[in-house]
T-cell receptor, first 115, second 114 residues
Framework: GESVGLHLPTLSVQEGDNSIINCAYS??????FIWYKQESGKGPQFIID?????DKRQGQRVTVLLNKTVKHLSLQIAATQPGDSAVYFC??????????????FGKGTLLTVNP | ETGVTQSPTHLIKTRGQQVTLRCSSQ?????VSWYQQALGQGPQFIFQ???????GRGNFPPRFSGLQFPNYSSELNVNALELDDSALYLC?????????????FGPGTRLTVL
């Protein structure tokens, strides 16, 4: 039969382990990159961002790495907890002129944390 | 400070009907963006409103239209509904001029078209 929707990439980890979620992007002119967390039934929630002129940025339990050579972005979550279970999206921000910024989301990754 | 709110939470319509979704922006924000999120996909930009005018639009047909009111709240209207319009509709508020990484999303309205 016909499938409905796309199958999300999935990542399953044990509680306490570190998680790494990856994202490839195509627009080398992006100004910022953002990681969002989306829990079931909720809108995307900002986690961390990184300017395009940076390689690494750390937050609380999270680290984002940006490799512009291969156009790759990753989100590392330390000591993953059951509350981290959600879909994670990377997004690009590009200035489209003046004060206009365009936010483009990538494909999400479903993270499941097993207790 | 209040967050972004959307109404209704869920809505069921039939093909050909029209629908209006509502969004109240976060306190201090003057810009509202609307996104469509189909099942299993990332949000897709529909359009943005600033000073009650459309300020950027994604790849959506004219039957998707919007309004912004003086209090910065916004409506998304969709005419002649199609089955593929079934999705989660998200609104995000921000302050124009900030780098765009400060968009705050509401919980969304789940629209089902039968």
């Amino acid at each position: 039969g016909e499938s409905v929707g796309l199958h999300l990439p999935t990542l399953s980890v044990q509680e306490g382990d570190n998680s790494i979620i990856n994202c490839a992007y195509s627009n080398s002119a992006s100004d910022y990159f953002i990681w969002y967390k989306q829990e079931s039934g909720k809108g995307p929630q900002f986690i961390i961002d990184i300017r395009s002129n940076m390689d690494k940025r750390q937050g609380q339990r999270v680290t984002v790495l940006l490799n512009k050579t291969v156009k790759h972005l990753s989100l590392q979550i330390a000591a993953t907890q059951p509350g981290d279970s959600a879909v994670y999206f990377c997004a690009e921000i590009k200035n489209s002129g003046g004060s206009n910024y365009k936010l483009t989301f990538g494909k999400g990754t479903l993270l499941t944390v097993n207790p | 400070e209040t967050g972004v709110t959307q109404s209704p939470t869920h809505l069921i319509k039939t093909r050909g009907q029209q629908v209006t979704l509502r969004c109240s922006s976060q306190s201090g924000h003057n810009t509202v963006s609307w996104y469509q999120q189909a099942l299993g996909q990332g949000p897709q930009f529909i359009f943005q409103y600033y000073r009650e005018e459309e300020n950027g639009r994604g790849n959506f047909p004219p039957r998707f239209s919007g309004l912004q009111f003086p209090n910065y709240s916004s409506e998304l209207n969709v005419n002649a509904l199609e089955l593929d319009d079934s999705a989660l509709y998200l609104c995000a508020s921000s302050y124009l001029g900030r780098p765009g990484n400060e968009q705050f999303f509401g919980p969304g309205t789940r629209l089902t078209v039968l």
